[in-house]
């Protein structure tokens, strides 16, 4: 294949077309409401962090434990089922949605990715598409995961994985790119 020169033109970046889904002002509180109130509370404070994700929109289900070195971009654009866990630094970058089911473990240092670039666009046009984590799947340290993906029920994603795939049910994932290694119960 012959390479042919694009000249990549970022002053042409256009996401006019793109919507956080709440207003500039609205964004802006959150961040700081998320690097203050919600990153220096305590520990074992799951209830506050709850409380203040749900007042920003978020969809929290019932007792999910939520660490208070999370980072959620768009927090109305998540959506968290019951007893779930997101640990340490866990990133949920939602450009788009983010769903994640119940009984699930996103650990830490981990990074669900729904916003990327179009690379064959010299403009290098924004592009999203929702993640979506199904009931008891885990998704292990330092695992980044890709724009539109699907992990399926009770999928394991192995530690430092990269997800660029769906996840099929009760199915152990592991490398970069993320492969299926075996069944999850025998």
Same mark, same amino acid.
């Given at each position: 294949m012959? #390479?042919? /020169?694009?000249k =990549? +033109?970022l002053? *042409?970046? /256009?996401?006019?077309? #793109? !919507?956080r889904?709440?207003?500039n %002002? #609205?964004t %802006?509180?959150?961040w @700081? =409401?998320?690097g203050?109130?919600f990153? @220096?509370?305590?520990h074992?404070?799951?209830g506050?962090?709850r @409380?203040?994700?749900?007042l920003?929109?978020a *969809?929290i ?8 070195s999370?980072?959620f971009?768009y927090?109305?654009? %998540?959506e968290? &089922?019951?007893?779930s866990?997101? &640990?340490?630094? $866990?990133?949920?970058y939602?450009l788009?949605n983010i769903? $994640? &089911?119940s009984?699930?473990?996103?650990s830490? +240092?981990s990074y669900?990715?729904t916003? !990327?670039?179009?690379i ?6 924004l592009?999203?598409?929702? =993640? ?5 799947a885990?998704?292990?340290s330092? $695992?980044?995961?890709?724009p539109?993906i699907t992990?399926? +029920? ?6 430092r994985s ?6 099929t049910s +009760?199915? =152990?994932f592991?490398? !970069?790119?993320a $492969? ?7």
């Amino acid at each position: 294949m012959r #390479y042919v /020169n694009m000249k =990549i +033109e970022l002053s *042409k970046y /256009n996401q006019s077309w #793109y !919507s956080r889904g709440k207003s500039n %002002i #609205y964004t %802006i509180i959150w961040w @700081f =409401i998320q690097g203050t109130l919600f990153r @220096f509370s305590l520990h074992n404070m799951y209830g506050w962090r709850r @409380f203040l994700l749900r007042l920003f929109g978020a *969809k929290i289900g019932e007792k999910v434990q939520v660490r208070a070195s999370a980072k959620f971009t768009y927090p109305w654009k %998540i959506e968290i &089922g019951d007893f779930s866990w997101i &640990g340490d630094n $866990v990133k949920f970058y939602s450009l788009d949605n983010i769903i $994640v &089911g119940s009984n699930c473990v996103i650990s830490q +240092e981990s990074y669900l990715c729904t916003g !990327s670039h179009d690379i064959k666009d010299p403009y290098f046009g924004l592009i999203t598409k929702p =993640i979506i984590v199904k009931d008891g799947a885990w998704i292990a340290s330092d $695992v980044f995961v890709y724009p539109g993906i699907t992990i399926n +029920e009770g999928a394991v994603i192995a530690a430092r994985s990269t997800v660029t795939k769906d996840v099929t049910s +009760e199915a =152990i994932f592991a490398g !970069s790119p993320a $492969v299926f290694i075996k069944k999850r119960f025998d």
